[in-house]
């Protein structure tokens, strides 16, 4: 299966949401309603149409209706079946790096029962496709010799990250645990813990299935999904489960791929769960962190332009609702990048065409995620539009300067300056007089507003340094060893560029991990983040207050 059809999900919908909830105030939304939207761009992150995990939701939902679990659990059951894959972009860096196309990976990992032959049969496969067939073949023979321990250490990497991002977006505190167990399977055969029957928690058992049977569902039909579960019985699926779901097929199926599925999910969602104003900026904030986890060149990106745009937007005199519309737009406006491969993001190469037309889709998908929920349709205006220039050479729309108001110029330029201080795998990054003298060229060609810029600008150099956090105790040279270390280099790398032993920088990686309780790439960024470590390491650049 190749990666989704960008060309069946680029409508946006017009739906309004389930029938006879009582309207919000604008710019308020239910955390149901931002975590299915959170949903749709870890659709576009496993290779599957947008909407693919709100179905397998609604099917999860049946079973544990027939199964009659009680609220608590149907609950958690709800969250494991919207946010199963909630961590899968987080090791897309290091998936592409072993197989290629990360998206492509994945969806792949639907077709089969991941285990032995056939698992090892994908992942050989997928090594080395962009080598000539000598040095692919000598890439495979190395990846089998060690793709036990390989494969394992990717998937325990992956199921902290999911830990962590469930957390952040403000899901029960039992939730990590259960996500925890995505790989595991009923045989025992998974990873990363090798659980086994009942030792995996219900909801991720409910979840496995409905969500490998919403693709064979959707793909091939009832009877196609029906000899798929009946196929797993016992290996990777719990043996009642697929009994059950084998023999209601047709009542748990019913109407799922018809229609819009947004309303009902919305519908099943567990309680009443509007979000304060604080509450949403939080989940936004986590959102934003989501999409620059991608890659590791754009850790931090998503807070430092929402930061720097707001204050562009205070300069302007923008009232002040429409500041934090700004704020809210830059921390969501990358979330679309899940529907873009690793293997275009993190190329060296100049890109091809069909890379670019891929690439340039991404901030559609931005704008089709956030404009599903209400509340968010102006912050979605926002986000789809800040790769747009005033000329009509941006993207996705092409849209010119009568088709861009002021918050749009304003996130445009904050986006522009901000991307160009950090590195990107084809380049260096800027200092903050070149990143501002790049504005000024786009302002000088008609590209970016003149005011827009000089705000950013202005609001870039004015800043008040945030209060920043005791620095965990690392030493100097362990802040420049987690600079790269949050960039995505291994100890060779790390030891490479610092002139060091790889012996060294393995100790100094294990060191900054213990001093900062962090136990992969993922979490040490994180944690750089959230304890302003990131103003101070060697080579990233500080955000605006």
């Not at 047709?250 to 799922?256: F, M, Q, Y």
């Not at 890659?295 to 205070?314: K, M, N």
């Amino acid at each position: 299966m190749a990666a989704q059809d960008f060309g069946d999900s680029l409508r946006l919908p017009t739906a309004p949401g389930p029938a006879g909830m009582v309207p919000r105030a604008p710019f308020t939304a239910r955390r149901a309603e931002v975590l299915a939207a959170l949903s749709l761009a870890i659709d576009l992150g496993l290779g599957q149409p947008m909407d693919h995990m709100l179905r397998a939701m609604q099917l999860g939902a049946r079973m544990a209706d027939l199964l009659d679990i009680g609220p608590e659990a149907r609950a958690r059951t709800y969250y494991a079946n919207l946010l199963a894959w909630i961590g899968c972009h987080a090791d897309s860096f290091e998936l592409a790096a072993r197989f290629g196309d990360d998206i492509g990976f994945r969806a792949d990992y639907y077709l089969i029962d991941a285990r032995g032959l056939p698992m090892l049969t994908l992942m050989l496969h997928r090594t080395g496709t962009e080598l000539p067939p000598l040095r692919r073949a000598a890439r495979q023979s190395r990846f089998a010799a060690t793709a036990g321990t390989a494969v394992r250490k990717l998937i325990r990497s992956h199921c902290l990250s999911a830990g962590q991002l469930a957390n952040r977006v403000g899901l029960d505190p039992g939730m990590p645990e259960i996500l925890g167990h995505a790989f595991e399977r009923w045989d025992g055969k998974g990873l990363p813990a090798g659980r086994a029957g009942v030792e995996i928690p219900l909801e991720m058992r409910i979840a496995q299935l409905a969500d490998t049977a919403e693709v064979f569902l959707r793909t091939g039909g009832l009877p196609a999904a029906v000899a798929m579960v009946r196929q797993r019985r016992g290996t990777q699926f719990d043996p009642e489960l697929a009994d059950l779901f084998c023999a209601r097929a047709a009542a748990l199926a019913a109407g799922l791929l018809e229609g819009d599925p947004w309303p009902a999910a919305l519908a099943a969602a567990p309680g009443d769960d509007d979000l304060t104003e604080a509450g949403l900026d939080a989940v936004l904030a986590a959102m934003g962190d989501f999409a620059d986890l991608k890659c590791p060149w754009t850790a931090g990106h998503s807070r430092a332009v929402a930061s720097l745009a707001a204050a562009a937007g205070r300069e302007w005199a923008l009232p002040a609702t429409e500041v934090e519309l700004l704020r809210r737009a830059g921390w969501a406006h990358d979330l679309g990048r899940m529907g873009v491969s690793n293997a275009i993001w993190d190329k060296q190469a100049q890109l091809s065409s069909m890379d670019r037309e891929r690439l340039q889709m991404y901030p559609f998908l931005s704008e089709r995620i956030l404009g599903r929920v209400p509340g968010l349709r102006r912050v979605a205006g926002l986000a789809g539009a800040h790769r747009e220039r005033l000329d009509g050479s941006g993207y996705p729309r092409g849209l010119s300067g009568a088709g861009l108001d002021a918050g749009q110029r304003i996130l445009a330029a904050a986006d522009a300056y901000q991307g160009s201080l950090e590195p990107r795998p084809h380049r260096r990054a800027a200092t903050p007089a070149e990143a501002a003298a790049r504005l000024r060229s786009d302002v000088v060609a008609g590209r970016l507003d003149a005011r827009a810029v000089d705000a950013v600008l202005r609001a870039s150099g004015g800043h008040v340094a945030r209060r920043r956090s005791p620095a965990a105790g690392l030493t100097p040279r362990e802040l420049e060893v987690l600079a790269l270390l949050c960039r995505g280099m291994n100890n060779k790398d790390i030891a490479a560029a610092l002139f060091i032993a790889p012996k060294t920088a393995r100790n100094h990686v294990e060191h900054i991990y213990e001093k900062t309780g962090a136990a992969n790439r993922v979490s040490a960024t994180l944690f750089a983040l959230d304890h302003g470590l990131w103003e101070r390491v060697p080579g990233t650049n500080p955000g605006i207050s």
